[in-house]
Nanobody, 127 residues
């Protein structure tokens, strides 16, 4: 079982930075890959980034490469998404999700079925 709770969303100006947190709870937390998805009004949900259960490998959508960084703090049972140089098109509800993989360096892309989801946190990029 895995539970996830996002936090850190808010209003930020274009070019600004924001760090989202995904707090994990349950058992065998290092058996789960974690991903960030986002969904803007009127658009389909899209994958943003993912990180392996080991924390050693990560994946990014082309739209956020070089601007976003995903990381994992096992001691605090938290996965972060650091977002820099934010753009208006980054405005969306951001969700974190988990996928049971076992402890591995393999990082599944945030595309296929992810079984565990948080409730989301809203990020608004506007001047």
């Amino acid at each position: 079982q895995l539970q996830l709770e996002e936090s850190g969303g808010g209003l930020v100006q274009p070019g600004g930075s924001l760090r989202l947190s995904c707090e994990l709870s349950g058992y065998n937390l290092d058996y789960y890959a974690i991903a960030w998805f986002r969904q803007a009004p009127g658009k389909e949900r899209e994958g943003v980034s993912s990180i392996s259960s080991s924390g050693d490998n990560s994946n990014y959508a082309d739209s956020v490469k070089g601007r976003f960084t995903i990381s994992r703090d096992d001691a605090r049972n938290t996965v972060y998404l650091e977002m820099n140089n934010l753009k208006p098109e980054d405005t969306a509800v951001y969700y974190c999700a988990g996928k049971l993989t076992g402890y591995t360096d393999y990082v599944p892309r945030p595309e296929n079925d992810w079984g565990y989801w948080g409730k989301g946190t809203l990020v608004t990029v506007s001047s």
